[in-house]
């Protein structure tokens, strides 16, 4: 990637908390890691509202351990924290037919995740929905929950990630995201790494994380 490059999708990402760059990943690896997950997670059972994502796939397989932690990924995400992102879990995403619904919502938590698609990746099929530049305004949407229906379908802001397999999505974690139902009667799956930037790796990072949490959570009190 050039510099120009490189500063333009900077800039996006700034601005709006999430860009993609389409083709960044050969189909043959996408086909890989499809396949890779699908073995790693056949036996394990998942329950819950979310148990269409299963993490931690770097603890069951080395192949994406590394993958997490040197993919050609990482070093524009670096460059799009303009810090060194530290590895925190890679995990796969399914959805089927009208199943597991995820509402709009931030990660309370500082760093950059990636998201690539394995399967067509579409707005009938519930695609990655975002709010462009929500990462900027934390007190306006520290009320939102995953788990709580929050109709944003109308907003100017919206931005719904459309995706071929082998686009990569990089975003913010803390710009509101959700994804919705699948209609399309189609498979969609994902994989997904999370990273956190340095600044959380220093002495004292814990009570820093905590005091994320505690802020968001104050947040949410303090609107609801």
């Given at each position: 990637m050039s510099h120009p490059q490189a500063s333009t999708l900077k800039q996006t990402f700034d601005r709006d908390g999430v860009v993609i760059i389409r083709n960044f990943v050969p189909l043959d690896q996408a086909n890989e890691i499809c396949l890779r997950a699908e073995q790693a997670t056949k036996d394990i059972t998942r329950t819950g509202i979310f148990s269409n994502v299963t993490k931690g796939l770097e603890r069951l397989d080395d192949y994406f351990a590394k993958v997490l932690n040197t993919g050609p990924h990482v070093p524009i995400l670096e460059t799009l924290l303009g810090k060194k992102p530290e590895a925190t879990t890679a995990s796969f995403f399914t959805k089927i037919e009208n199943d597991q619904e995820v509402h709009p919502h931030s990660d309370a938590m500082k760093?950059?995740?990636?998201?690539?698609?394995?399967?067509?990746?579409?707005?009938?099929?519930?695609?990655?929905?975002?709010?462009?530049?929500?990462?900027?305004?934390?007190?306006?949407?520290?009320?939102?929950?995953?788990?709580?229906?929050?109709?944003?379908?109308?907003?100017?802001?919206?931005?719904?990630?459309?995706?071929?397999?082998?686009?990569i999505l990089f975003f913010n974690p803390m710009t509101i995201h959700w994804s919705g139902p699948n209609h399309a009667g189609t498979t969609r799956r994902g994989f997904n790494c999370f990273y956190t930037g340095t600044y959380w790796k220093h002495k004292g990072s814990k009570e820093e994380w905590k005091a994320a949490h505690s802020k968001k959570l104050k947040l949410t009190d303090k609107v609801s």
């Open positions: 760093g950059g995740a990636i998201w690539i698609a394995l399967d067509e990746s579409t707005k009938e099929n519930g695609c990655l929905q975002f709010l462009k530049g929500s990462h900027l305004r934390e007190e306006e949407f520290a009320h939102l929950k995953a788990h709580e229906p929050t109709d944003l379908s109308n907003h100017p802001d919206l931005f719904a990630a459309e995706m071929s397999p082998g686009d």
